[in-house]
């Protein structure tokens, strides 16, 4: 005998109780002063599932075979909370299938709307409780057996839904039935598991319009000067995430990046980085905090070393919208001697809104503040200000194509005057000292085609233009690429 959905040491008004031996139920009714003894308000109907299943659950013909008293499908009270499931308004549908039930403690399709009613309530044990009362009756619904499983995966009790996956599979049922019961399968698996690695190989080549360039505060500032040239870039990331609880993770983030340019090896990059970082989830908060260790060199010999402490927040506002904080402190070291006055300290904070506008876009806009001061010394082009605005949308053409443009604005002020010269037109040279005032522009454009789940061709455009009060620091430049990225 099991006893569902029995709500203990309460003083019950309405009939709420159920007992089932085999597949006879029998209804109780309980005494509003009755107090009934303290039982745990649900226990599982250990029922397996048969060899031989019937088709999909049909609820809608199961209310045609089973409703005996067909004039509640015409009933007002039944069609209220029918038309307020059917738009969304669960916590309305739910209170309403649950003064259904008292009357119609066996009617199937009650019992079905008000699960999946308590559901979306997030009122998971309710919804087992109904669940369970149809299967004692029809214990070959594929459709009820999934619903429990979901249940369960909501209730963090993997391993009991991935039981019930298993065995519905076992049963071969429909394609899509088998896509959805695998694709929870495999969030059960990354859920159980304790450590997980993944990484992503991108490979590229590209062209750049001005390569007459200096890594700065890992930003390449290009000149008046219009040298192009081609190179190739390679980039391997690497990720282990070690599960410590369903709330807290611990990560370890290993990259190198190498780009090449064709007859100028003077300029070729090499940088190789290490974050770990503890991620710790909270209802809707995501926190991250981060260290990360960066080595650059520039051509052939060691350039830069930065030491960072970056914490981040995410907040999910809604299914659609998500609001993501973050903040950067950074210490620069430089490695060559000649630039061993421009050790510095960065600060960055940004808030970025990600928003699903429809099923084929997505929207972010992020504002960003930074500001760099030098440690010591009287190098006047490194203490600045600066504030960015940016914007970008993913479109999803196709479902293998999407279409990412982007646009980014940055306004940045030096905080130190330095001499500006310029020749006039009698070939002259002038000079004048001046807080250096930069603004830079730049757009995007990337297209990504989606070979496999885990391999994609890229391409990307860029054009850069940056205006500025001193003409040594204006310049533009475009480059065009092309990337391999293959994760694994």
Not at 365 to 388: A, C, V
């Amino acid at each position: 005998m099991y006893a569902v959905n029995i709500n203990g040491g309460k003083h019950l008004s309405k009939l709420k109780t159920i007992f089932t031996d085999a597949f006879y139920i029998k209804k109780i009714k309980l005494n509003k002063n009755v107090l009934l003894p303290k039982v745990k308000k649900h226990i599982l109907i250990k029922k397996i599932i048969p060899k031989v299943i019937s088709k999909p659950l049909d609820i809608l013909n199961i209310i045609k075979k089973d409703t005996k008293k067909k004039s509640l499908l015409k009933s007002k009270k039944y069609t209220n909370a029918l038309k307020e499931f059917k738009n969304k308004n669960y916590s309305i549908s739910y209170n309403l299938f649950d003064e259904l039930f008292y009357t119609n403690l066996e009617n199937i399709n009650i019992n079905f709307y008000l699960g999946r009613s308590a559901f979306e309530v997030k009122n998971y044990e309710e919804a087992l409780s109904a669940y369970e009362r149809i299967i004692i009756n029809r214990p070959q619904e594929i459709r009820i057996w999934l619903e429990i499983a979901r249940t369960y995966y909501m209730q963090k009790d993997y391993q009991k839904s991935k039981q019930i996956f298993l065995d519905i599979k076992k049963q071969n049922p429909p394609t899509l039935v088998l896509t959805n019961i695998n694709n929870y399968l495999s969030l059960i698996e990354n859920k159980i598991k304790k450590h997980t690695f993944d990484g992503t190989l991108i490979m590229g080549i590209g062209y750049d319009s001005n390569i007459e360039s200096k890594p700065d505060s890992f930003e390449y500032a290009g000149t008046l000067e219009d040298d192009y040239a081609f190179y190739h870039q390679e980039v391997l990331l690497l990720n282990h995430k070690y599960k410590y609880s369903d709330t807290l993770n611990i990560k370890n983030t290993f990259m190198v990046y190498n780009k090449g340019i064709k007859d100028y090896k003077s300029k070729n990059v090499k940088l190789v980085s290490y974050t770990p970082s503890i991620e710790s989830i909270y209802k809707n908060y995501v926190f991250t905090y981060a260290l990360n260790i960066d080595k650059l060199w520039y051509g052939p010999n060691p350039y830069l070393t930065t030491y960072s402490f970056i914490p981040k927040v995410s907040y999910k506002y809604s299914p659609k919208t998500t609001v993501e904080s973050s903040f950067k402190y950074q210490s620069k070291s430089n490695l060559i001697k000649e630039n061993e006055n421009r050790d510095s300290t960065y600060i960055q904070a940004d808030i970025a809104i990600k928003h699903i506008l429809s099923k084929k876009i997505l929207l972010k806009s992020l504002l960003l503040t930074s500001k760099e001061r030098k440690d010591d010394g009287t190098t006047t082009n490194i203490d600045y200000t600066s504030y960015s605005l940016y914007a970008m949308l993913n479109y999803s053409y196709s479902p293998k194509i999407i279409i990412s443009p982007k646009i980014k604005y940055t306004k940045k002020d030096y905080k130190d005057e330095k001499t500006s010269c310029i020749k006039n037109e009698f070939n002259q040279l002038i000079c004048e000292e001046k807080k250096q005032k930069n603004d830079e522009y730049l757009y995007n454009i990337t297209g990504t085609y989606l070979l496999s789940k885990k391999s994609i061709i890229q391409s990307i455009f860029n054009y850069k233009y940056n205006s500025s009060n001193t003409v040594d620091n204006k310049y533009e430049k475009y480059t065009l690429g092309v990337n391999f990225i293959k994760m694994f």
